[in-house]
């Protein structure tokens, strides 16, 4: 029996600010999923949130892109939106809900989506990372360590049904295509993309062997939807572990490095990409700095056993410490490049409309 992970995610609502979700957004999306869960729509569901997004995460054998799916997920935005954000005047009162009708899918509307359909093995270990304050390409560098870096993941070397390696797709935000390239072949074509992150976005991963999938990440641009700044797009991601595909272990060592990503405050800075517990996930100084969270579950028959708090652990303090360093450097910077972001990514921020009214004080020059 096949089984569909969706992992569908929105901001409907912030407090105080852009800090973190409401309480009652939570609760009321455990209540309408659970009765889903009762009536058969979902197998099984995990409520949680980082920052100011909450995040569904639900199985099912309905398949990917179905649309009773995404108008559950949907539904539960609009009504917590409506029942506890508006009432409750919360910042930004449905923020990621770019669109006021529902038409069967979520893709373009606004809210994150990552969805895999696989048959279940013998042992599935789900693993799941959502972030704050920063933007899909975030996880470009750490999929490339998982997936192509034999120095992050041993199994590459050691295990002979990863030894082949893995296909990535990577998708052009900008111009709305898609490329297939093979790891480790042509590794150099696939940096030469991913290490720009704001356009070229991991989409989806597959061993070479057999094209299995391994993980799949939310592309979503707000700002390309929307033609304006409207927060950011703040990523989740699903990868499967172990028995031909990296150890937990191997997947998670890429987060031991809080490497820089786009976003933070008013999505127009640069800073370190912190891994942190469910405790800790709030982001605080500055808006951020940008965070992430990890949950590791057990699948069987498609019912989620877990989560494991994958950061809730002391070895991952060596590397907030270093992300609270790294924090501590771009922000002497204040407002200027390379912590603020440079006039590309600046084009969907407000500061536009600053620079608009300075230009009819410029003069020829002498
Ligand atoms: P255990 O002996 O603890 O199961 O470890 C197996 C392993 O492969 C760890 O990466
Ligand atoms: P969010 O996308 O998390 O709402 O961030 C918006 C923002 O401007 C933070 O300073
Ligand atoms: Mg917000
Ligand atoms: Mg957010
Ligand atoms: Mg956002
Ligand atoms: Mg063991």
């Known amino acids: 029996m096949k089984i569909t992970v969706s992992l569908i995610k929105a901001d409907i609502g912030g407090m105080a600010g852009h800090i973190t979700v409401h309480p009652g957004h939570e609760e009321l999306a455990k209540k309408k999923l659970a009765e889903a869960k009762e009536t058969g729509l979902i197998r099984d569901f995990y409520v ?54 529902f038409s069967g899918n979520v893709r373009g509307l606004g809210p994150g989506v990552a969805e895999m359909e696989f048959e279940e093995r013998r042992s599935e270990p789900l693993l799941v990372f959502a972030a704050d304050k920063t933007e899909p390409g975030a996880w470009n560098l750490k999929l490339y360590k998982i997936f192509a870096d034999p120095f992050n993941t041993a199994g590459l070397v050691i295990d002979p049904t990863m030894h082949e390696g893995f296909i990535f797709e990577v998708l052009d935000l900008i111009e709305h295509k898609a490329v297939k390239l093979k790891a480790p072949e042509e590794l150099y074509d696939l940096l030469a993309l991913i290490g720009t992150p704001g356009r070229y976005v991991i989409r989806r991963i597959w061993r070479k062997s057999d094209n299995e999938v391994a993980a799949t990440a939310s592309v979503t641009r707000l700002s390309l939807i929307a033609g304006r700044y409207v927060g950011k797009d703040d990523p989740v991601l699903v990868v499967r572990a172990q028995h031909g595909f990296p150890a937990t272990g191997e997947v998670l060592e890429a987060f031991a490095f809080p490497h820089l990503v786009s976003g933070w405050m008013r999505g127009s800075h640069t800073g370190p990409l912190m891994p942190v517990s469910l405790r800790d996930a709030k982001c605080t100084r500055f808006d951020g700095p940008p965070r992430l969270v990890g949950l590791g579950f057990q699948l069987h028959d498609g019912y989620l056993e877990g989560p494991v708090d994958l950061f809730d652990d002391p070895a991952f303090e060596h590397t907030r410490r270093l992300a609270t360093e790294i924090a501590e450097y771009m922000r002497r910077h204040g407002p200027f490049m390379p912590h603020r972001l440079g006039p590309e990514e600046m084009e969907y921020t407000t500061l536009p409309q600053v620079l608009k009214k300075l230009q009819d004080r410029f003069v020829p020059a002498e």
Do not use: C
């Not at 639900?58 to 009773?68: Q, S």
């Not at 997920?73 to 508006?86: C, M, P, Q, R, Y």
């Open 48 to 101: 949680f949130h980082v920052g100011d997004d909450l995040q569904l995460l639900m199985t099912h054998t309905r398949g990917e892109n179905n649309p009773e799916i995404h108008k559950l997920a949907w539904d539960v935005f609009v009504e917590a939106t409506e029942k506890i954000s508006k009432p409750l005047k919360l910042y930004g009162a449905g923020q990621d809900l770019l669109s006021d009708t």
